[in-house]
């Protein structure tokens, strides 16, 4: 079956760098989507993207965040100057078409550690 | 606003015995909800999801889900649980408005321990 694969799997990053999360959708798939979740709490959307553009965004998604998708396969989310409350497990997602009743299927997720 | 409780963060059962796992929802549309379950370092799964049609919902390894507008709820059920059920289910619930949406909202997640 196919699946989202994210990587890495683990980043550990210094406060202040910047880092890039890295995901291959589902190749069919139209949608694109990051959450993420914090340590102890709940799942928070991030972002969705489609035809090259960001279509929601959620409050937590401010300047520092931007995605992009820099060919056929990958989807990228980057995080420009780090804090340590952007150590979190970032989750990948993609679904076929628009509508609530399209379901997301998720990677494994890239857990974020700033130091 | 739209938003998702499960009741209980934490639910044991014994091996052979029956799941339930709680959800509510709150929606001003006509919301589509899912449960997704989550191993240890794993992804998310889809096990089911509910869109409108049957309001009973049949899922992945024998768990389903009822939609009761009324109550709204959208409990989580298995008549019996096995070991590799032991994970984290998460109810979570896209509020559609009318398709112009495609965020998720998750609950809090339930984590289900399975007792041999």
């Known amino acids: 079956e196919p699946e989202v694969t994210q990587t890495p799997s683990h980043q550990v990053t210094q406060m202040g760098q910047e880092v890039i999360l890295r995901c291959v959708p589902i190749?069919?798939?139209?949608?694109f989507y990051w959450y993420r979740q914090i340590l102890g709490q709940k799942v928070e959307f991030l972002v969705s993207?489609?035809?090259?553009?960001?279509?929601?965004k959620s409050e937590i998604f401010d300047d520092q965040f931007s995605v992009e998708r820099p060919d056929g396969s990958n989807f990228t989310l980057k995080i420009r100057s780090t804090k340590l409350e952007d150590s979190a497990m970032y989750f990948c997602?993609?679904?076929?078409?628009?509508?609530?009743?399209?379901?997301?299927?998720f990677g494994d997720g890239t857990r974020l550690s700033i130091l | 606003a739209q938003s998702v409780t499960q009741l209980d963060s934490h639910v044991s059962v014994s091996e052979g015995t029956p799941v339930l796992l709680r959800c509510n929802y709150s929606s001003s549309y006509s919301p589509s909800l899912f449960w997704y379950v989550q191993h240890p370092n794993k992804g998310l799964q889809l096990l089911l999801k509910y869109t409108s049609a049957a309001t009973l919902v049949k899922g992945i390894n024998g768990f389903e889900a009822e939609f009761k507008k009324s109550e709204t709820s959208f409990h989580l059920t298995k008549p019996s649980a096995h070991m590799s059920d032991a994970a984290e289910y998460f109810c979570?619930?896209?509020?559609?408005?009318?398709?112009?949406?495609?965020?998720?909202?998750f609950g809090t997640g339930t984590l289900l321990a399975v007792q041999p």
């Open positions: 979570v619930v896209n509020p559609g408005y009318g398709g112009a949406t495609n965020k998720l909202i």
């Open positions: 993207f489609y035809n090259n553009e960001i279509s929601e």
């Open positions: 997602a993609s679904s076929e078409a628009l509508g609530g009743d399209q379901p997301q299927h």
């Open positions: 190749s069919n798939h139209l949608y």
